[in-house]
Every structure is written in C-alpha cells, then in structure tokens.
C-alpha cells in the first residue's frame, strides 16, 4: 500500500526532473533569475538587526568568554653546568622515564649472549 503525502504542495525530487524535461523540450519557459537582485537580498539576510548594533557585539563576547579564570603559564629556568659527566645524563633520563628495576641492569654476559644469538647460524 502505497503513502500518500500529507502536503501535496511540498515539491518532490521527481518534480524537479519534470521540470528540467520540460524546459528541455520547450513545453515550459525557463525561470529568469537575476543574480544582483539574488545577491542583494543575500546581502541583506547575513547580517542580523541585532549584529548591526552594539548589543550584537556585546552578545558575542558575553557567549565566548572562558567560563573559568585561565591561570598564566610562568616560566621555569632550569640552569645546568656541563660537566661531561655521562652519568648525570642517565639519571636525568631516569628522572623523565622510569623503568621497571629489572629492566635496567645489563652485563656484559648478557649483552654477549645476546649478540651471540642474533649472529646467523648459531
């Protein structure tokens, strides 16, 4: 059973296409549009009469304003001597990432055996 639409007045997408066949044909005469009256009213609609004033102004700040106070980023210094040294590196690394305590302890029998295993035929 099919629907009947309620508003019979609302253009459907196969009234357009008629159109278009119509106009092809010759049976209907093409619509005039003038684009400078189009653009005008366009014009005319982008603004509201509340944007034309103050209060439209004062509107939008209110609307976007932070609702909570942003407190200010102050700057750090972080003053260092070089002294070359490769161990205050480390500790510094160790300070921005930890690692788990088994992780890092490696010996030279375990760095060995580990190349040892990824030599090809061994």
């Known amino acids: 059973m099919s629907e009947v639409p309620k508003d019979l007045q609302t253009p459907r997408p196969d009234d357009a296409q008629q159109l278009a066949e119509e106009i092809a044909s010759g049976e209907q005469k093409a619509p005039e549009v003038n684009l400078d009256d189009a653009l005008a009213d366009a014009k005319a609609y982008s603004v509201s009469e509340v944007d034309r004033t103050g209060e439209g102004a004062e509107a939008a700040v ?4 932070p609702k909570l106070e942003v407190p200010k980023a102050e700057p ?3 003053e260092t001597e070089p002294t070359g040294n490769p161990d205050q590196y480390r500790e510094m690394a160790k300070d921005l990432h930890p690692t788990p305590a088994d992780t890092t302890s490696v010996s030279d029998d375990l760095l060995q ?4 295993k990824g030599q090809p035929g061994s």
């Open 62 to 65: 209110a609307a976007t304003a």
């Open 76 to 78: 750090t210094t972080l």
């Open 113 to 116: 055996k580990a190349l040892e």
